[in-house]
DNA sequence: CATGAATGAGGGTTCATTCAT
DNA sequence: GATGAATGAACCCTCATTCAT
């Protein structure tokens, strides 16, 4: 995706500039909406969130919005996307997380990526909205469906690296499981009420995902494939 | 009345007999219509299920459903204390789980709670809906919080006995993890698609439980309160 | 309706007993159920009014209602040929309400008229909600008729007698308009929150009546028709 | 709109004009939502009417309706106010009514007031429906009562220069029983069948209300408070 | 493209009425 | 006759979506 402009433009000659600031236009009218919609999901929950109120905060008549999203859930696919992109950078910022190789690394591996991710929730009130589900109605899981695959490439990619020769069937799983232990404990450190308690359950999310990784590390040492 | 029994019985008042086989049939129907919310519950989502998809459901119309349930919440409470009910037999059942101590017991320990309660799920596909979802709709989370405070005392009180010498708060939060690693790792279970997948995903899931209350264990054994 | 129990009776030979006693089992139920209904009528309104409330009010079950009365209306209806029936009653232990002439007459005629109706509709809460509306819907409109057109009857004799050589027609406005003045009336009496104000209403509702009809007799008088 | 009339008006933003024609007609919708709300009021009456039937007469979706009343009785409360801004105007085209003081000028008062009064009714079928009733249920009485109040302030004004010297209680229970007069007969006048019928019992509201406040007036002579 | 009024199917809920027991 | 659970049409209201301006 780097710079390859290429031939995306069906411009008319002579007026590229007009529609490349309708474009940025329509780019920020899509962002607030995103915005608005991350801010709604956040307090209400996917199925209580209406469009017409992520529009309302958005700023902009239904109608508006439904020129950018075909419908409820392409909005959240949406989000969720831009949810993908910020977390891809976030992990492009924390550059190489180092070749894990025994419990010492574990933990260090743990806290780069989870303490980020943790921030990133906190920031991002609407993330668990559309991830932290564990059951989704049918629209929401079809939107996040591509996200949630390419979130489970990255960590199959690192526990693959953990767990040298396992079997690809098993590190996706057990990249599936770390996720889903994530997303289960995300909402205990969201829904804190005061920063004692926040924090003390951010300290139970890392005992949850070293101490399940580094069992599975051992097992994978005790029955070597 | 009297011993006028010979009739067939069509006595107009005074005998408990027609009284009681008409509150077993509204047993009956309660019965039913709470199985079927069940059923469509943990097909649909509570927010996509509607009270005339249940009522049809279950065989009955919308009126019969609400002269048992003031409202869809309702029905939803009564699901809820119902499985209450339910996982509370299975745990008088079980008879008395060990006093764990050592890893060794702990193994046994999980498998005494988590086997039941992964079949309980996998017999009771609604379950799910009601209490595996990590954020809920006002209405639903009043409907089911008296149920959860259940669950959490009884959890708490097996984990009190695996850190003897913590202090509640912490032995409350470490309850409070381990129901939420459940509630995380039992859609994984519920849908997996073959068998062999979902029994792998309840070794994780046992491995989960057990990694981390072990480590729970050995930090109470580390750190002296 | 005296002693006059001729040939009513279909019952077959030899258990006329039973019948009666089955029929005034019925009777003393249309009483209760009567009863009910003019206490919710009186409370809710007719319209906020269900029948299954005045089932539950008159401790019967809603099929029980339906055994007497065909639906709501016929309800009305009976309660109001009720309320007639103790109207005429009351009437007739007035006795034969003095031959009105002067002004003097006029005073004590509506005296002797409207008190026993204050107080009636202070004895009977449901009375106004079936017969002081002045705007009904269709089916109370149907139900109410005939007894209103009874009172219109009983009212224009009255009012004939007080403007004697006055044509039917205007007789027969007079009497409407009086009965319509007395119903609109009546609410202000009832609704008095205390005994003094109410008293003063009552005293309102006798001037209004006989100013009006004074200046009746008095037109009466002016142009010999 | 300054002076651009030049082209269309098809102007993006900045102009009032496009804003102002959009609130003309959410200002037409409400006229024709309340002018179809008036009319079936006045045919089924307050409690039989349903919002899809208002809807439907004003050819506008029930969604449409509900943009701009929150519900049913909000309708009620806009007519209401709506029937009182006119009877506002009404009056203030009227002038000032004459300073009462014997009885040629109450007569002439009661037929500048109730004249118009009469008028109004017969124009606006609905007005009955929601201010002639003399029982209401909660939602409608809570609607209408502003008005209520505001109707009876008017009265009172006329009533108490009528009755100068009179204390404010008694000139309140006059004005409230000379409203309840009139909204006791306009039932009679609006539902009369024929021309003449109605002439005559217009006639008759003349001569109740003004009997009842000579009476009233005639009174207050003979005690001198 | 923006607007926001308009749409209308559908949701939860009520209640007059029926009917099996 | 009595019961009360059962019925289902209809109500009020919501909201995802459309469309004239």
Redesign the interface.
Do not use: H, W
């Given at each position: 995706m780097g710079g390859t402009t290429g031939t995306t433009g069906t411009a008319e000659a002579g007026d590229g500039a007009p529609v490349r600031r309708r474009q940025a236009r329509g780019q920020k009218r899509i962002e607030e909406i995103l915005h608005a919609a991350a801010e709604v999901f956040g307090e209400q929950?996917y199925?209580?969130t209406t469009t017409n109120a992520i529009a309302a905060r958005a700023g902009v008549s239904p109608g508006s919005l439904y020129q950018f999203f075909g419908n409820k859930d392409e909005v959240a696919r949406a989000l969720a996307e831009r949810y993908a992109a910020r977390l891809e950078t976030l992990r492009a910022e924390l550059g190489t997380v180092g070749d894990p190789g025994d419990g010492q690394d574990l933990e260090e591996l743990a806290a780069d990526v989870l303490g980020p991710l943790v921030a990133f929730n906190l920031a991002h009130p609407g993330f668990?909205?559309l991830f932290?589900?564990?059951?989704?109605?049918?629209g929401l899981r079809d939107a996040v469906a591509p996200v949630q695959a390419a979130i489970h490439g990255r960590v199959a990619e690192l526990v693959g690296r953990l767990l040298p020769g396992r079997p690809d069937g098993e590190v996706a799983?057990?990249a599936?499981?770390s996720i889903?232990?994530v997303?289960?404990?995300?909402?205990?450190v969201t829904g804190a009420d005061d920063g004692r308690e926040r924090e003390?359950?951010i300290a139970?999310l890392h005992?949850?995902v070293?101490?399940?990784l580094?069992?599975?590390a051992d097992l994978a040492g005790e029955r070597p494939v």
């Open positions: 929950g199925d209580a668990k909205a932290a589900r564990t059951d989704m109605p049918a799983r057990v599936t499981v889903q232990l997303r289960g404990m995300i909402p205990l003390a359950m139970e005992t949850v070293v101490s399940y580094r069992r599975q």
